[in-house]
Structures are given as structure tokens and as C-alpha cells.
């Protein structure tokens, strides 16, 4: 797929809670066709240390108005000075960048995220729903200030929480919740992204339920177009770059 790379300005940059904030960001000229998975490599020019880009995963696309957004948790210098940034400043990406979700083979879907790691399934789910496909979209946390903006998940599938102190939702890890000692045979694909210990509880659950499972990995980046190979994780097929063949894998395929 063509890449792009284009100063964005900023519409709107919305501070959800302390830690989470979305940024809408104009396109100057017609966005390209962006599929759920995707993400931008960020050029953070207002921070003197954050020297590489960062990479975030599309949060949401509305190509009428041109404008794309990121949904970014605060964990650094990068992150938190672009939490500064100000309706028309400009903001570089390179984009967009990576693989995608594939389609389930059958109706049901499960949709899970961990944190920020919701960001992705929110074009997915839209995405579903467009082919007549009705995801269930499990949002996981650690309290409820880590579940982020649920009610925009809701007119593309029903949507469920866990959280690990019960603040909000069922209490406990995503692969706690009902759904798994329950329909949890119903569904025809799962597809995640969240912390590492949460990919490799949910792979082993849908390994165990014989259900093909794709997750969509954070390893830190560095160039984000393969050249310098410090994204590579391990596959039954030799390592493979995170940035160009994934973020998106069939969990079949990893070495977790
Ligand atoms: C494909 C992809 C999609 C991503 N999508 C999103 C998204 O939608 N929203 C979002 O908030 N973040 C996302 N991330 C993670 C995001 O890129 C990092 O949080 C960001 O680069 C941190 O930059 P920083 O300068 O603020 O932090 P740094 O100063 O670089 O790091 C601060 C701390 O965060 C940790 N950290 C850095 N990068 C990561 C990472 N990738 N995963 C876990 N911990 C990390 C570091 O180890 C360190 O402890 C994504 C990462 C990838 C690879
Ligand atoms: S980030 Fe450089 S090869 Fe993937």
C-alpha cells in the first residue's frame, strides 16, 4: 500500500482524562484509504528529546471532514508533547503504515482491547458492521479511568468491560469475563491488541477454543518502514518485522 507523508493540522485535541487524550488531525489534501490495523509513525517536533518518530495505531477516519485520530496514552516525552499540542498546530505522519485485520470466516466476532490498546478496534468494529458482521467488543483495564471513550463502541456491537479491580464492569482480566465460560464458542475470530501478558492469555484462549485469533503488537519502533529491524518478532516462518508485515499477526504463527 502507497505511503504518505503529510503535515496534518489540529483540529481538536481532546483530553479524555489525565492520562488519555485524542487528537483529531486535518489531512491537507484526500485521505487515502485507511484499513483497521493501521498506524502513523508521529514526528513529535515540539519535544527536544523524543528524536524518532512514535508510532500510533488510526484511531478513527472521517473522510468527509478529512480528519483522522489518534487515541494516545501519556507514558513519556513523546506522548506528552502531544498532549500539548494546540488546535491549528501542525503535526507531521508518515501513514498509513502496516497490515490489517483480516475478515472472520463466520458472523460473530470478538473484539477485545487493553487500555490504549482499544485504539485500533474502533475502525475495525465499523468496519465489521459495514459487512454485516456483529462484533462483541470487550474493553479491558486496570480501573475504570483506563477505559476509554466505551459509548464509541456501541453503535457497532455490544460492548462489555472488565476491569482488574472491578471499578467498572465484570471484575478481572478480559479472558475472566464471562464470555469465555459462556458464547465464547460462538465466535468465529478474535482479534485484540493490549499489553503483552494480556495477548498471550487471550492467544492461549483462543487457541484452546480452536478459534483463529489475530492480535496487533506495540513492540517499540524505530524507523517504522523496515529498515532498521529493531521492531522483529519471532514467527514460525523465521522473524518478521512489526512495522511492514505486521502489527497485525495470526496468533497461530507467533512464538509467544
Ligand atoms: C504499531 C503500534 C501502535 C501503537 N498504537 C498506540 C496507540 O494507539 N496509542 C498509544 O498511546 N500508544 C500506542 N503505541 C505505543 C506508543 O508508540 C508508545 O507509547 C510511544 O511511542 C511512547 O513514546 P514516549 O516518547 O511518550 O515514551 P518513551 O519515552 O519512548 O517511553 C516511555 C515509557 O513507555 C514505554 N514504551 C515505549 N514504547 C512502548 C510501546 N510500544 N509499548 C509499551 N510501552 C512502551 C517505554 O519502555 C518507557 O517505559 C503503539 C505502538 C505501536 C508499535
Ligand atoms: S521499526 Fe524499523 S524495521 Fe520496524
Redesign the pocket.
Known amino acids: 500500500m502507497k505511503k504518505f507523508i503529510h503535515d496534518f493540522e489540529v483540529t481538536h485535541n481532546h483530553h479524555i482524562t489525565d492520562d488519555y487524550f485524542a487528537i483529531y488531525l486535518k489531512c491537507p489534501v484526500s485521505l487515502p484509504q485507511i484499513l483497521p490495523g493501521q498506524?502513523a509513525e508521529v514526528l513529535v517536533s515540539n519535544s527536544t528529546t523524543?528524536y524518532l518518530r512514535?508510532?500510533?495505531?488510526i484511531?478513527d477516519v472521517d473522510y468527509e471532514k478529512n480528519v483522522l485520530s489518534?487515541?494516545?496514552?501519556k507514558?513519556?516525552?513523546?506522548?506528552?508533547a502531544l498532549s500539548k499540542l494546540k488546535e491549528g498546530d501542525a503535526l507531521n505522519l508518515i501513514y498509513p503504515l502496516?497490515n490489517s485485520f483480516s475478515m472472520p470466516g463466520g458472523k460473530k466476532a470478538l473484539l477485545i482491547g487493553g487500555g490504549?490498546g482499544i485504539?485500533?478496534m474502533l475502525l475495525l468494529a465499523k468496519l465489521l458492521q459495514e459487512k454485516g458482521f456483529k462484533p462483541d467488543i470487550l474493553i479491558g483495564g486496570r480501573t475504570s479511568n483506563d477505559i476509554i471513550e466505551p459509548e464509541k463502541y456501541k453503535p457497532f456491537g455490544e460492548v462489555f468491560i472488565t476491569t482488574d479491580d472491578g471499578s467498572s464492569g465484570e471484575k478481572g482480566m478480559v479472558t475472566q469475563h464471562s464470555l469465555f465460560s459462556g458464547k465464547v464458542k460462538e465466535y468465529s475470530a478474535i482479534y485484540a491488541c493490549g499489553p503483552d501478558p494480556m495477548m498471550k492469555a487471550v492467544a492461549r484462549v483462543a487457541a484452546e477454543h480452536t478459534i483463529p485469533c489475530e492480535i496487533?503488537l506495540?513492540?517499540?519502533?524505530a524507523c517504522g518502514i523496515g529498515a532498521c529491524l529493531c521492531c522483529v518478532v519471532e514467527t514460525i516462518d523465521g522473524n518478521k518485522t512489526?512495522c511492514i508485515e505486521g502489527?497485525v499477526f495470526d496468533t497461530r504463527k507467533l512464538k509467544l
Not at 54 to 57: D, E, G, K, L
Not at 70 to 73: D, G, H, S, V
Request: glycine share 10%; proline share 11%; net charge neutral.
Open positions: 498506524f523524543t512514535r508510532p500510533f495505531s484511531y489518534l487515541l494516545i496514552k507514558v513519556g516525552d513523546g506522548t506528552v502496516g490504549v485504539a485500533p496487533s506495540e513492540n517499540t519502533m512489526t502489527p
